[in-house]
């Protein structure tokens, strides 16, 4: 074997201290893994072409050639050649930015180097011309793609450098940055002692090379050269001195890393932040984050939270202002749907980090059970209260998660109850005649407790974790899921984690800057225009806004609008960039050009952009840019304190009604959010979602400000004004709107201005008995943060139906953000896993419906020579599943033979292996299937139950009742049946 040393180092052999240094210096981050690639970068043979998504390489290429005159350019630009053969010739170096998965043919001469001598020039050929080479030219290439897929020619011609951060590589970057702001000492220690260390080596190379020259020059008898003598005695003295010195720098460098190991947790809680940030992108595409950004704030708040003496406070100081301001500066930027999922992320990955949740619990919470049926022990006669899924569901948690075993036992001796904040979750009932009394309580530490065979665990709310708690509510109790999520990242994180982030433009305007744009992230119906102008208003600054809603033709315009304001200090509001595709990459353009050191902003100059989520919506201007979603809030506390919060003093309080006007102003109010959560009921609300707007709600408010300017109260009038056109107008469907009518006149009639009115059977809802804008939103903040179903009108079932889809949007959206190749819980590698579901489906699956088997008298014509209707429904099904069955089979059968390296894995099976990795069904099969919700372990049990009613069917003929929604087209099965069903009818009657 080849020796190799036990402290081996690339960043030691092929890079010096002080070089790494000038490169920091440069714009290089100080981790490890960033020192190695640009090792690479600068010592590689061939050009590199560098995977850059969080644009560290590009930053460092720039600060490092700039002095050298860099030419910055894409492979989209028109003088892309004109500009490589200038840089070739003179001998400057080029960066090409954003570089795909395919390079332009055009650069592989230089790619290859393919360099000629011809009559003593040196040559290479570019296009159609040949341009001298200058040896000091240089090329560099980046790519913003995270994940790109290049072709083998392309790892042949260029060194392909992955400068990608890592948690480990990031934590590094970050504690750098930490000790920097807290210890500028040791960072003061550590430069002297890498210059003190470079002029050391400097001396002695010094030395050496002159040792060299005189024995070079030295003629006769080395021992007579006096000069060359006393030179080596001078070398021998400086290499002790510096071997002392050297030994002294150990020491001073182990000191200085016991010193900046104190802040490793502060930057352990900034890297993991930063990569559930960066996560969001995966759920939606206006979710981009920067690293520059991101580091910029982790600096500021180091910089501005509060000091303290003792070490450990001002760690837990930092900890928790670094958390609180990320979760404030992205969950500003999310969709109400999304924000509860960012804070339980947060929550989960720092536990995790923190060994309070295991990767198996992770796991187990997230994917589910494994995706199979199989024989379990039959449900305990004693257990009449629990059904038999849930049973076979308590069975299966036991076997998958050593944590919950005794659990089935248990279930039937002693009552199984766990608490999660102030939601209990009963699997049992609390007496029963059979329960063994006075359990004795678990120790402290569980491995050390013995229990006799057969007795009872009992006390599992003492024995689980707040997590393992939360997994059983999941499991038995996914309605109350969104509840408990939300007080768990209360009581592990704090309740800020569960408020919304302040979204007041006083507050995104200071972070702005005339280089940083603000970004209105658009939902149906939503406009920020009202409430921009109202502080642009309060800030004096109406006349100077220039507003344009883009659209084709508009780019120009918005263009000269910008440079013009760039000029003047005016502000810019470019409206709907959705609507400009075309336009982007020139917006994307100019707003770069703005962090240019020789741009010139005004100081009082803003951008404002607003946007529906869109793919193409330039990544850079989302990255770097301050985003907040405009959007109603979620909840009616939310809603009525987003109202309230718009409402001005003079507006609530100085008008000639007095009382009734704040509560009818407040009732409006109400009435504007029930009908916007009474969407999250689906049909059981509103026949068709309508999006309606805030606008509605200051329209309907002009309104009666209009018809009551005269102190009176024209009733009929306001409510068919409100009804019919505010509200109605948006609405289509009529039984939608007898619907709205309805529900308005209780928050909007006469008998809302009596005194101790409410609006439902709660106490809770009411108009508070004063005119004060201050008293009300006192009181709005009283409201409770889950609302009753009875302020909508609907009954606890609409509400525990609305519950569990919430519950499973969430959880499916935090599965798509999670890493795909996971080992399972039961630590088998993800081969394993899919190997094995893909032998049980396809034991458990037909491999087709064989019609030929049915039984012939179905198929028997009548006396007019038809078969029966229903049979021929029959056939149709047949032919339908085995379609999807010829999909899943054929496709098991080649993921298994991909697995074992017998055929390629293709994209779709590719898709289909993570799928089920994830318990979730593949597109590919759900492409085939009929419409469901379910995950893969249930979908492949209903489907089997499908199978066996139309394979019951075929064996004995036409069942005496029929499982309507198993047809896979129930609505074509269900008209041949009525209409069977008519001609029965008839023809009894006929009799």
């Known amino acids: ?117 011809q009559a003593g020039r040196l040559l290479i050929r570019l296009g159609d011309s040949d341009v001298d080479y200058d040896k000091n030219f240089r090329f560099y290439m980046t790519s913003k793609l995270s994940n790109p897929h290049y072709m083998p020619e392309i790892f042949i011609k260029v060194t392909i450098i992955n400068f990608t951060v890592t948690i480990l590589g990031l934590e590094d970057q970050l504690l750098a940055d930490v000790v920097r702001l807290e210890r500028p000492d040791l960072e003061e220690q550590r430069n002297a002692l890498i210059m003190r260390i470079n002029a050391d080596k400097q001396k002695l190379k010094d030395i050496e090379d002159k040792i060299l020259k005189l024995l070079f020059q030295s003629e006769g008898n080395i021992l007579d050269d006096e000069e060359l003598i006393e030179t080596l005695n001078d070398s021998k003295i400086v290499s002790k001195e510096i071997n002392i010195r050297l030994k002294e720098a150990e020491e001073t460098e182990e000191k200085i890393s016991k010193a900046r190991a104190k802040y490793i947790p502060v930057a352990t809680r900034g890297s993991v932040i930063y990569f559930v940030t960066a996560d969001l992108s995966e759920i939606d595409p206006m979710y981009q984050y920067s690293l520059k950004y991101f580091t910029s704030l982790f600096v500021k708040v180091i910089e501005t939270s509060e000091k303290a003496a003792e070490l450990e406070k001002r760690l837990q100081i930092l900890l928790d202002g670094i958390t609180l301001t990320m979760y404030n500066n992205i969950g500003r930027g999310l969709f109400e749907r999304h924000k509860v999922c960012f804070s339980f992320m947060l929550c989960a990955e720092i536990m995790k980090n923190a060994g309070d949740i295991t990767m198996d619990e992770w796991n187990f919470f997230i994917r589910g059970l494994p995706p199979l049926e199989k024989d379990r022990p039959s449900k305990p006669v004693q257990c009449t209260f629990m059904k038999t899924i849930t049973w076979n569901l308590l069975v299966d948690v036991e076997e998958a998660m050593p944590v919950y075993s005794g659990m089935t036992g248990d279930i039937k001796l002693t009552p199984v109850q766990v608490n999660v904040g102030s939601y209990v979750l009963q699997l049992n009932p609390t007496t029963l005649p059979n329960y063994i009394p006075n359990v004795p309580e678990p120790p402290a530490d569980l491995s050390t407790e013995d229990l006799p065979p057969g007795a009872p665990r009992g006390h599992w709310n003492a024995r689980l974790n707040t997590f393992q708690k939360l997994t059983l509510v999941k499991y038995f109790k996914p309605e109350a899921l969104t509840e408990c999520l939300g007080t ?171 009382t009734d006007w704040c509560r009818i102003i407040f009732g409006i109010c109400l009435f504007h959010a029930i009908v916007l ?66 529900v308005l006149k209780r928050f909007f009639a006469r008998n809302t201005l009596n005194e101790g009115y409410h609006y439902c059977s709660s106490d809770v809802y009411f108009a508070p008995e004063n005119t004060s804008l201050e008293k009300y939103k006192e009181y709005v903040e009283t409201l409770p943060l889950i609302d009753p179903p009875e302020i909508f009108d609907m009954n606890e079932n609409a509400n525990v139906s609305f519950q569990k889809k919430e519950s499973m949007y969430m959880i499916n959206t935090i599965l798509e953000v999670q890493p795909r190749l996971v080992s399972g819980g039961s630590g088998k590698s993800p081969d394993e896993i899919v190997f094995e579901m893909a032998d049980l489906i396809l034991a458990k699956l037909p491999e087709k419906l064989d019609i030929d088997m049915a039984l012939p008298e179905m198929f028997e014509p009548d006396e007019k020579g038809r078969i029966n209707s229903l049979s021929t429904v029959l056939s149709q099904e047949i032919v339908r599943f085995n379609k999807l069955l010829h999909v899943i089979i054929s496709s098991l059968i080649n993921i298994k033979k991909a697995i074992k390296g017998l055929a390629v894995m293709s994209e779709q099976l590719e898709e289909i292996f993570h799928a089920i990795v994830l318990n979730t069904v593949p597109n590919m099969w759900a492409d085939a299937a009929y419409p469901s919700l379910k995950p893969l372990a249930s979908w492949v049990k209903d489907l089997d139950l499908r199978l066996q009613f139309i394979g019951r069917w075929m064996d004995v003929g036409q069942p005496k009742s029929y499982w309507l929604s198993g047809f896979f087209f129930p609505q074509g099965s269900s008209r041949e049946l009525c209409r069977t069903l008519r001609a029965s009818t008839m023809y009894q009657s006929t009799r």
């Open 488 to 658: 768990f990242v209360s009581e592990n994180l704090g309740g800020a984690f569960m408020e919304n982030p302040p979204t007041d433009l006083s507050v995104l305007y200071a972070d702005m800057t005339q280089s940083v744009p603000l970004i209105f992230v658009l939902s149906s119906g939503s406009d920020p225009m009202a409430a921009f102008m109202r502080f642009a208003k309060d800030k004096e600054y109406v006349e100077r806004v220039h507003a344009i809603s883009l659209g084709q033709g508009q780019g120009p315009v918005a263009e000269k609008l910008m440079f013009a304001a760039m000029k003047t200090g005016d502000w810019v509001f470019l409206q709907n960039c959705h609507l400009a595709k075309s336009w982007m990459l020139s917006m994307e353009e100019i707003i770069k050009n703005f962090s240019d050191p020789g741009a010139e902003l005004h100081e009082d100059f803003r951008l404002f952009l607003s946007s529906m989520p869109a793919p193409f919506f330039p990544v850079s201007v989302l990255q770097n840019g301050i985003k907040v979603t405009s959007e109603p809030p979620k909840g009616l506390r939310s809603n009525l304190r987003r109202a309230f919060g718009e409402l001005t003093k003079s507006d609530f309080e100085d008008h000639i009604l007095k």
């Open 677 to 742: 959560e009474r969407r999250k009921f689906g049909p059981l609300a509103f026949n068709i979602p309508y999006e309606f707007a805030d606008s509605d709600r200051e329209c309907a408010i002009d309104n009666f400000k209009l018809f009551t300017s005269d102190g009176e109260l024209p009733w009929d009038a306001l409510q068919f004004i409100t009804a019919e056109i505010t509200y109605g107008g948006r609405v289509t469907d009529e039984w939608d709107q007898r619907c709205l009518k309805v």
């Open 1 to 117: 074997g080849i020796p190799v040393s036990e402290d081996f180092s690339l960043v030691n052999t092929l890079a010096d201290p002080f070089e790494i240094r000038q490169w920091n210096l440069e714009g290089l981050p100080r981790d490890t893994v960033s020192t190695e690639n640009a090792i690479l970068v600068t010592k590689g043979r061939r050009w590199p072409l560098m995977i850059d998504p969080q644009d560290q390489a590009n930053r460092w290429i720039v600060g490092k050639e700039r002095k050298n005159g860099l030419k910055v350019v894409k492979l989209t630009d028109k003088n892309l050649l004109r500009t490589l053969e200038n840089a070739i010739r003179i001998g400057l170096p080029v960066l090409i930015e954003e570089v795909g998965e395919t390079l332009d043919p055009a650069l592989e001469p230089i790619l290859l180097k393919q360099t000629f001598v």
